[in-house]
Each structure stands twice: as C-alpha cells, then as structure tokens.
C-alpha cells in the first residue's frame, strides 16, 4: 500500500458526460500529480498541484481540469468524454526531496 | 519534455540476469527513475539516480551515465514474478514531474 488513495477504481460512462476523480495524497506530502496510461501512450503527466497551486502542466486537455483543496486531496474533473479518453488514472505524490513518487491504484475509466 | 527511449519487449530465463536499457535527453535533467508495473496495478519505485554510477539495492540494481543519457535496470535471479512491465522515467519537468518511456514488458520463462 503506497498511502495514496484513489476512488473510484472503476467508472464507466457514456460519451459526452463529465465525471470526476478523487485522490487522496500520502500523509504529509503536499505535491499530486495525475498521469494518465492508454494503451498505446504509455503514462502521460497531466498536471502537478502543490499546496492548493497549479505547479505545473503536462498533456492536458482543456476539457480537463484539477484542483487541490485544503485538505491537499485533489480532483480531476473530465468533461466532454470521448472513447479516446478511456485509459487508467494515476494519482501520484512525492518525498520532500522529489526521489521517490508514490502511485495510487488507479481509476479505471471506460467510455463507452 | 525529455524522449525517453527503451526496449519495447525483452524474454528471460527464471534464474538469469537480464538488463533493460534506457536513453533519454540530457536537458534539464534531475533525476532518473525506474518502476516496476504488473498489468492493470500502480507503479512501483524500484530505484533512483541522480549521479553517475551503480546503485546496487537487493537484485535490482541500476546504473546512470549523465554524460550518455544512458541508464540501465539490472536484474539478477531473475523470478517468474518479476514479468512486468519496467518503466523508465526522468524527473525533468517542472515540479518534478515524471516523464515515462512506453514501458519495457519483460517475460520470464520458465
């Protein structure tokens, strides 16, 4: 168990709908970052908070967006679901000294 | 963001040693990275460089020339579990995030 928690682990929708991701950082860390896994993309970094702040962007779609809250869990909300989109969400969060990231299980996303 | 270049497939023999390679660019760098990954589960850190030379950790050990942009992942008494896929990523983002490669997905057969 890496103590990153991530829900749900399955979702399925239809094309068009917006769902939302929820992560959970480990105890401590401040900085989560969203990857996303196709089959043929292999894990793409979507985008980074730290603290509650935008740190950093990755391959994001504008139909996609995140947030951190003050409780430093995060979500990543999709809209406008295409088939494309059907991949595997990671969420991940780092050491203080950025040498170790730790991956939650994954949300599994399927649209149909 | 920095290409990140390894081996798509590799097959090993259970009790052997086998190497996966790995090239990325050398811009920006700050740290290299690999993860273990089982098919459909969250990657798993195995080990990390940010200076030249071997880092040894159990059976797995890995090696990183800067000058090269060149790593590898060693692994040794190789097990039937260790058929997983090895990711190769550098920290060379902004904010520390990670930049994979596609992932090298290692059989070990019996």
């Known amino acids: 168990d890496s103590g990153v928690t991530q829900t749900p682990k399955h979702l399925i929708t239809a094309t068009g709908q917006r769902v939302t991701l929820r992560c959970s950082p480990r105890?401590?860390?401040?900085?989560v970052y969203w990857y996303q896994q196709s089959l043929d993309q292999g894990l793409q970094f979507l985008i980074q908070?730290?603290?509650?702040?935008?740190?950093a962007k990755g391959n994001i779609l504008e139909r996609f967006s995140a947030q951190q809250f003050p409780d430093l869990h995060s979500e990543l909300n999709l809209s406008s679901l295409e088939l494309g989109d059907s991949a595997l969400y990671f969420c991940?969060?780092?050491?203080?000294?950025?040498?170790?990231?730790?991956f939650g299980q994954g949300t599994r996303l399927t649209v149909v | 963001g920095q290409n990140i270049d390894q081996p798509t497939e590799m097959t090993a023999t259970e009790g052997a040693i086998v190497q996966i390679n790995c090239t990325y660019q050398?811009?920006?760098?700050?740290?290299l990275f690999w993860y273990q990954q089982h098919a459909g589960e969250a990657p798993t850190f195995l080990s990390y460089?940010?200076?030249?030379g071997l880092e040894e950790k159990g059976r797995f050990s890995s090696f990183l020339s800067r000058s090269k942009g060149y790593s590898y992942l060693l692994l040794k008494e190789l097990q039937m579990k260790d058929s997983a896929s090895y990711l190769c990523?550098?920290?060379?983002?902004?904010?520390?995030?990670?930049?994979f490669g596609k992932g090298t997905s290692l059989l070990v057969t019996p």
């Open positions: 050398t811009s920006g760098f700050n740290g």
């Open positions: 460089n940010v200076l030249d």
């Open positions: 908070y730290y603290n509650g702040e935008e740190r």
């Open positions: 105890s401590g860390d401040l900085s």
């Open positions: 991940a969060s780092t050491n203080r000294a950025n040498t170790e990231a730790f």
């Open positions: 990523a550098s920290g060379a983002n902004s904010g520390y995030a990670l930049n």
